[in-house]
Nanobody, 126 residues
Framework: QVQLVESGGGLAQAGGSLTLSCTVS????????MGWFRQAPGKEREFLAA????????EYAGDVKARFTIARDNAKNTVVLQMNSLKFEDTAIYYC???????????????????WGQGTQVTVSS
């Protein structure tokens, strides 16, 4: 059974930084494209960033591209999301997700991802 566990969420001030981590167990990590999503209250879950199996290709949502960085360590079964210049509107629950990688394409839709973590709360104070 594939399990994803996020960590690193918490409270940050506007303009500050946080780093989220996601550790995957029970599967073959280097087979998966990995993604980060978030969901704010009353809103749909939205794509933030994704990285391919090798870590050589990344994809970002437009409004976070200049501020967030996704990276992975296949030796540690971990993917991270470095978030800089945080804004109040970044407040949300952040989710890590794994796409089984049946295609070579990095995908950005929620429905493309097969496994999900429980989420970690990020709160940014203005």
């Amino acid at each position: 059974q594939v399990q994803l566990v996020e960590s690193g969420g918490g409270l940050a001030q506007a303009g500050g930084s946080l780093t989220l981590s996601c550790t995957v167990s029970g599967g073959v990590f280097h087979w998966y494209h990995m993604g980060w999503f978030r969901q704010a209250p009353g809103k749909e879950r939205e794509f933030l960033a994704a990285i391919d199996q090798s870590g050589g290709r990344t994809e970002y949502a437009g409004d976070v591209k200049a501020r967030f960085t996704i990276a992975r360590d296949n030796a540690k079964n971990t993917v991270v999301l470095q978030m800089n210049s945080l804004k109040f509107e970044d407040t949300a629950i952040y989710y890590c997700a794994a796409d089984r990688g049946l295609t070579s394409n990095i995908r950005t839709s929620v429905s493309a991802y097969d496994y999900w973590g429980q989420g970690t709360q990020v709160t940014v104070s203005s």
